[in-house]
């Protein structure tokens, strides 16, 4: 379903490319932090924030990711 699928692949982002979090040296890149603090219905709420019409923020988000992977790769 589409909600697992933004779910996880947030999560992998979180947890495998710190570049794309709040840093390398974040609290939040650290998997036990975010498996401990990932509650699922919070969570569906984030997602299902993603999967409504709101296109403009998703892609903006997007983007902010895009900017930070290029800066990464520097």
Known sequence: N?????AMSI???AMHHSCYS???AGIATNPEV????V???ESMGFCNHFKLPHYVTFQAD???LDKTKVQADG
């Open 2 to 6: 589409e909600t697992k699928a933004i």
């Open 11 to 13: 999560l992998d982002m």
């Open 22 to 24: 709040v840093g390398g």
């Open 34 to 37: 975010i498996i401990h603090h």
């Open 39 to 41: 509650d699922g219905i």
């Open 62 to 64: 997007l983007q902010v």
